[in-house]
């Protein structure tokens, strides 16, 4: 069986039927335990305080904002090279999801980092770089809506997700390029005196997890109703034409 069977609408739509329920559930349990362990059961830091916590939500959020980009970028990939409608409309569907949590990751970020820093913001090299990756997810949602012909939208929508894969790698390892700014570096390292404590790692790894199947579950179902919405619209042009 190969993989590229589940970009026939139809074969997706069954597996996505059967999945989801088994995704719903788990990512109900992990998030519920994760933000429940990480904010009663959790002692507060040395330093911080209880304002550490806003990790269990600003930090999921903020990888999931990046690797919601980067799928939709390898569905855009896969739009160009080979067609399948299902990547395209997948694409499509993750934006939305993605920007929601580049929203929350910068409402989070800015409380965290008001009492840390003394600021709400600053033009942090990582900061910058993600506040450029949320301009483009909003272009990204806009130029779909803007283009009435999908393919077309897809085709646009596809390049600018390449232009705009920049920022979201810039997001991710600005630390590294710039050894300079406010933004703390990594939170989960495979060095360990880089790491937090785990006490906090552990429970947010679950809430990671939580995150991963929320966006799962979330595209999932938005790429249903996108492929639901294709069908109706190519139904409704037939009726027209008859």
Same mark, same amino acid.
């Given at each position: 069986?190969s ?24 990512t ?8 429940v ?13 209880s304002?550490?916590?806003i ?12 690797n919601a ?8 990939l896969?739009?160009? *090279? ?6 395209a !409309?997948?694409?499509?569907? =993750?934006?939305? #999801?993605? $920007?929601?949590? %580049? ?18 913001w600053?033009w ?24 009435e ?12 997700c390449l232009?705009g894969s ?5 997001s991710?390892?600005?630390v ?8 703390q ?10 790491? *937090?404590?785990?006490?906090?790692w552990?429970? !947010?790894l679950?809430c990671? =997890?939580?995150? #991963?199947? $929320?966006?799962? %579950?979330m595209?999932?179902?938005?790429t ?7 069908r ?8 027209r034409?008859?």
């Amino acid at each position: 069986m190969s993989v590229w069977e589940y970009a026939n609408p139809k074969k997706f739509m069954q597996t996505s039927a059967w999945a989801l329920p088994w995704v719903v559930g788990l990512t109900v349990l992990l998030l519920v335990t994760g933000l429940v362990w990480g904010f009663f059961f959790t002692p507060d830091d040395y330093k911080q305080g209880s304002t550490v916590k806003i990790i269990y939500l600003h930090v999921p959020a903020a990888m999931m904002a990046i690797n919601a980009w980067v799928m939709m970028l390898v569905t855009s990939l896969i739009w160009i *090279v080979r067609r399948h409608h299902v990547s395209a !409309l997948a694409a499509k569907a =993750a934006a939305p #999801v993605g $920007l929601t949590f %580049t929203l929350i990751a910068l409402v989070t970020g800015a409380l965290w980092g008001q009492p840390m820093w003394g600021t709400w913001w600053a033009w942090d090299p990582r900061l910058t770089s993600f506040l450029i990756l949320t301009l483009f997810y909003f272009g990204y949602i806009a130029l779909w809506a803007a283009i009435e012909d999908p393919d077309t939208a897809a085709d646009l929508t596809s390049i600018l997700c390449l232009v705009g894969s920049v920022f979201a790698l810039l997001s991710r390892y600005a630390v590294n390029f710039w050894n300079q700014g406010l933004h703390q570096g990594a939170s989960l390292s495979l060095d360990k005196e880089e790491n *937090v404590s785990d006490v906090f790692w552990v429970p !947010l790894l679950v809430c990671i =997890a939580g995150f #991963v199947l $929320l966006f799962l %579950t979330m595209v999932l179902m938005r790429t249903r109703t996108e492929i639901r919405a294709r069908r109706l619209k190519a139904l409704l042009a037939r009726e027209r034409g008859t």
